[in-house]
């Protein structure tokens, strides 16, 4: 009798194991074991354009001491293409010096391409821009190690609607199998990379080295008043953390977990956030992102924060130091 209380309490704990880290752990040999906890760079740098850069090398360093294991890097590349689609050499140098000095750091590096409104707007010339970057992109990093990964694009929208978005998505995954066939590519569904659509997300079944990718601002209110490019600009005082917020926030990356299983994928939370110049008080702020994170870890997702410097900020650059709370809310086990 006792015994068999022991082996159902076994059996028991087995399945809340299972339960709670379900989708990541059985997906654990499918993913790169680099991309855990990661943060957002370089996406608005003046470095891109000739500028005086923010980043410099050091802020890898940095990101790394802290405990993140990997960067998100986010290119505009359609501006540095040429007449002819040739990216710029000059530009090209500029990643190069990117992947190289997160590499040192012992950072892993995804290069995510980030035109996601030029390419929303029109899905042909999306087409073509999209094959002329990976085709000179995905060689470029062929022998890169595994710690790299490709983001095809980020958050799809608008007329990149689901059909418009599965139908390209072979399209330009077949470009990057040509010299990369085994390296960890990042798609994620229509709407800006909703969770909610993931159902509609059509993936080659035999392609195991997908990192599917979501985004989550939810909610979108909260976490987006006061943000100019949006049209939530003048809005001031949503609070969040009640009950009710927290069981809606489990309830949707149970949601993420589930589509996860049933697809025998992996997941990357690409971004997460609360914005930072909308007066909303900061522990509000530590609290809604460290729920998130936590809950994603609890999932088995990657995650990766929205953004090292600009807004949304986890380091500052005026002080040239962490945001302490919410690089704390990220890593709190790390410290
Ligand atoms: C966009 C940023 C924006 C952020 C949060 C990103 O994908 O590139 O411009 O600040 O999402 O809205």
Redesign the pocket.
Known sequence: MKRNGFKAMLAGAAAALLATFGAGSAQAADRAPEFRRGVNVL??DPYWKGGEARFKARHFAEIRRAGFDFVRV?LFAFGHLDSKDRLDPEWLKKVDWVVREARKAGLGVILDE?D?DACSNDVTMCRAKLRAVWSQLAPRYRSAPSSVAFELL??PHAKLDADAWNALIPDILAIVRATNPVRTVIIGPTS?NAYRELPGLKLPEKDRNILVTF?Y?DPFRFT?QG?S??DLKELRGVTWGSDADLAQLREDFGKVAQWARANRRPILLG?F?A?DKSGTPEAMRVAYTAAVAREAERQGFAFAY??FDG??IAWDMSRDAWVAPIRDALLPARR
Do not use: I, K, L
């Open positions: 996406g608005y986010n980030h996601f980020n958050e800006w985004h601002y987006h943000a490019w949006t971004e956030g914005y929205w953004q807004d949304f």
